[in-house]
């Protein structure tokens, strides 16, 4: 009886050893994907977009196939560029599921819980408070020119880590620029990290060729799945107090009028927050409410 019992059990004790099993979280952006530099390939209007949709939805897939030759067998991507509808999602595998558009109250984490295992990002950039990084910004490049939490510098990269943090889940890789890379690790913690180019200023890199930098996101993405107890999420116990610096005057002057924001500066506001649930659901109407209007 003993003998059938260890039989029964060695697939599942091989499985969980090597990542069987695992549900791993997608957050995909555009400005870290191979070879983007400039506004051209980041959307509809730039004459290489489709291009670099293409470039940018064969990053998730490389990282996607080798999360589940690594034993991943549920994977969620959200599209996290610009209107959030970038990724090809035909030519993405069928059992895939896509967060698409905005608003979402998580932003480019819109799906996340505590059932996943991992996060991946793909094509991230560095922060506006970066001296260095191809089109490096923060959630707005024209909106916004510093976030922090409890006074720390934080990157898009961070602060999702820190929203998967909340729900004691890792952030395993990262693909982007070097600048993208060595920032997000810097903060988080040792993750891994596919340098697909590297940064030379806001509008120029030296660049993988795109195939190179699939196989460098799959090589990254498959250690980090199998490895993935290695990892520890970034955790950001509140209440938290996060500050936002706009580019522009005005906001910081308006948002002012309610009192649960604090006019630290001409162009800078501060509030507390529960957790990085709440400042993230607090965070997406700052940038996002537009005065009544709405998209169609």
């Known amino acids: 009886m003993n003998r059938i019992l260890k039989v029964i059990m060695l ?49 998730v897939n490389a990282a996607i196939q080798a999360a589940k030759d690594a034993g991943a067998t549920e994977i969620l991507v959200a599209d996290s560029h610009g209107n959030g509808q970038n990724l090809l999602i035909e030519k ?11 608003p979402r109250p998580l932003g480019m984490m819109e799906g996340i819980d505590a059932s996943f295992d991992g996060v991946i990002f793909t094509g991230y950039h560095a922060s506006t408070d970066n001296l260095e990084g191809v089109r490096a910004h923060t959630f707005s490049s024209s909106k916004l020119t510093s976030v922090k939490v409890n006074g720390q510098v934080m990157t898009e990269g961070s602060w999702n880590a820190a929203i998967a943090g909340h729900f004691g889940v890792p952030v395993i890789m990262v693909s982007g620029d070097d600048a993208a890379v060595k920032e997000v690790k810097s903060i988080i913690g040792n993750i891994e990290g596919a340098i ?77 927050a529960k957790d990085m649930i709440e400042a993230s659901h607090i965070i997406r109407v700052v940038t996002g409410f537009n ?5 169609p």
């Open 11 to 59: 697939p599942l004790i091989v499985s969980n050893l090597f990542g069987q099993g695992k549900k791993i979280f997608i957050s995909a952006d555009l400005e870290g994907v191979v070879g983007v530099v400039t506004g051209e390939q980041l959307g509809p209007s730039g004459f290489e977009y489709n291009r670099f949709r293409e470039f940018m939805t064969a990053e």
């Open 291 to 295: 005065g009544g209007k709405t998209s």
């Open 196 to 272: 697909v180019k590297e940064s030379i200023s806001f509008h120029s890199a030296k660049s993988l060729h795109p195939e190179a930098a699939y196989d460098l996101i799959a090589e990254k993405t498959a250690y980090a799945v199998k490895n993935i107890k290695k990892y520890k999420p970034y955790k950001i116990r509140g209440p938290i107090t996060v500050s936002i610096t706009f580019k522009h005057y005005q906001p910081s002057q308006i948002l002012a009028y309610l009192d649960m924001f604090k006019r630290t500066g001409s162009h800078t506001i501060e509030y507390k």
């Open 92 to 102: 993405l595998p069928k059992d895939v599921q896509v967060i698409r558009s905005w």
